[in-house]
């Protein structure tokens, strides 16, 4: 299995609603990101998880909250969204910290 | 603090017409520099990482060089597929080594058949 893959792949939810993301890969990589992606833009790293510990916080709004559970799993739990959040939500993994392979994404819209 | 411009925003081209993107970058000690294709609404594919300067790879109609200043992503006849957006992004050595790549906006490349 040489991929990364994300569950939904759309999901629209209200400002009150609470939501989860899922990444997964079985490619033993142990390290995992969450990225951010607008339109038209690059993508903006959120967090990185080495060795299932979050290595990396690049500030982001406590309303999203990301979990390793595992090796080859990674959340990140949505709550009280704005609609500015509204974008694609890429995960990536890496073996040695160079090559990050992404999954698909998942298309985020808050209403 | 990290850098990475691409240029041009845009290219469009004719099937079969040869050209160049330009990745120039400033960071403080390159790790890694990092070329990827991206079609609308899905995730960067990877194509090809550069290390050290005069290093090259190559992947079918694409090859990819490095400087110390500047990468190039050559396209030899380009084909309608080849249409993507191709994002550079550059690693900086030290810290974490699994650490964050900066990202440039990225060359929206049209090829028209």
């Known amino acids: 299995d040489t991929e990364v893959t994300q569950t939904p792949k759309h999901l629209v939810m209200g400002m009150t609603n609470k939501k989860s993301l899922k990444c997964e890969q079985h490619?033993?990589?142990?390290?995992m990101y969450w990225y951010k992606q607008k339109a038209k833009k690059p993508p903006e790293l959120m967090f990185v998880?080495?060795?299932?510990?979050?290595?990396i916080n690049e500030s982001v709004p406590s309303r999203f909250s990301p979990e390793c559970p595992n090796s080859s799993l990674l959340n990140l739990h949505l709550h009280a969204l704005q609609p500015e959040d509204s974008a694609l939500y890429l995960c990536?993994?890496?073996?040695?910290?160079?090559?990050?392979?992404f999954g698909p994404g998942t298309r985020l819209t808050v209403l | 603090e990290d850098q990475v411009t691409q240029s041009p925003e845009a290219l469009r081209l004719q099937e079969g017409e040869s050209s160049s993107l330009n990745c120039s970058y400033t960071?403080?000690?390159?790790?890694?520099l990092f070329w990827y294709r991206q079609d609308p609404g899905k995730g960067p594919e990877f194509l090809f990482t550069?290390?050290?300067a005069g290093e090259e790879k190559e992947k079918e109609r694409l090859k990819a060089t490095l400087t110390k200043k500047e990468s190039f992503l050559h396209i030899t006849a380009p084909k309608p597929e080849d249409s993507a957006t191709y994002l550079c992004?550059?690693?900086?050595?030290?810290?974490?080594?699994?650490?964050?790549?900066?990202f440039g906006q990225g060359t929206i490349l049209t090829v028209h058949p």
């Open positions: 990536a993994s890496s073996l040695s910290g160079n090559e990050q392979f």
């Open positions: 490619m033993g990589h142990r390290a």
């Open positions: 998880y080495s060795y299932e510990k979050l290595s």
């Open positions: 960071v403080s000690g390159l790790r890694g």
């Open positions: 550069l290390y050290s």
């Open positions: 992004a550059v690693q900086a050595k030290g810290g974490t080594s699994y650490g964050k790549l900066t």
